[in-house]
DNA sequence: ATGGTGGCGCGGCCA
């Protein structure tokens, strides 16, 4: 059984003792973590591995930062997609025993025609060529993290309001499209067709005491580990937790 | 109500 979660922390300096409780609560194999906004010196490893786990990290200040916790050890660490220079910290690749791991943290775009927007569909056409070399090297990969892209409506709780705006605009929802058209599945959607599952709720107007949600943090994995997939589900109980990161876990269990 | 909350870091950006 292999269990693997990801979870956007909004700041690893802040949420720290949530997730290291977290994970000694849930005990996945991996969890991906995105906007860590800690700098690679100021990484609190050894909080990580005094509880079980290594760690990779690709962090800057402020903004952005990816890492893995594993209970594995970890090889093959890349942090870069090819064909982009890119100074935020977004990827972050790494190969547990024989899995190939992609962790993202997907630009927000910010609004649908702005420069945001465009480097975030510049930096995922980047991405899909990525994954798209990966997969034919590793037959058993995981490319999951926070996306900023609700698949559907079914993922986005109004819509109607939302209709053309960034995280669901019809050129951001066609990018994923073809991402997983390279041969990956979305975990969380094959097992459950009908709930939300949103993964996200703004820190504004009460989204979250009123649930208005997005699914955003997605598990897609390879069709190898599709034909395995036992559950996915999203661990809302942390989004009520004190000071919580506006987004919530999500945990997939696998074979 | 063109807002609101939270993180970073100390003015204003980003989400």
Known sequence: MFKIATWNVNSLKVRLPQVLEWLAA????????Q??????????????EAIGYHVAYSGQKTFNG????????????????????????????????????????????????????????HWFSKLNHYVKVQLKKYEKLIVLGDFNIAPADL???????????????????????????????DA???????????????????????NLGMRLDLILVSSFFSKKLMRCQV?????????????????AVIE
Do not use: C
Request: hydrophobic share 35%.
């Open 188 to 210: 969380y959607r094959q097992l459950d067709t009908e709930s939300p599952g949103y993964s996200w709720w703004d820190y504004r107007m009460g989204g979250f005491r009123r």
């Open 26 to 33: 849930f005990q996945p194999d991996v969890l991906a973590m």
């Open 66 to 121: 990816v890492a893995i916790a594993s209970k594995q050890t970890i090889k093959e660490v890349e942090t870069d997609l090819p064909g982009i220079e890119d100074p935020q910290r977004r990827v972050l690749a790494v190969t547990l025993g024989d899995v190939r791991v992609i962790d993202l943290y997907v630009p927000n775009g910010q609004s649908v025609g702005s420069e945001k927007y465009d480097y975030k569909l």
């Open 35 to 48: 906007e860590t906004k800690i700098p690679n010196e100021l990484f609190p490893a050894m909080d990580f």
């Open 155 to 185: 993922d986005v709780y109004d819509p109607k309001t939302w209709e053309g705006h960034v995280l669901v605009s019809d050129k951001e929802r066609q990018a994923l499209k073809e991402l997983l058209q390279l041969g990956l599945t």
């Open 235 to 251: 661990d809302k109980a942390t989004r009520e937790a004190e000071r919580p990161s506006d987004h919530a876990p999500v945990i």
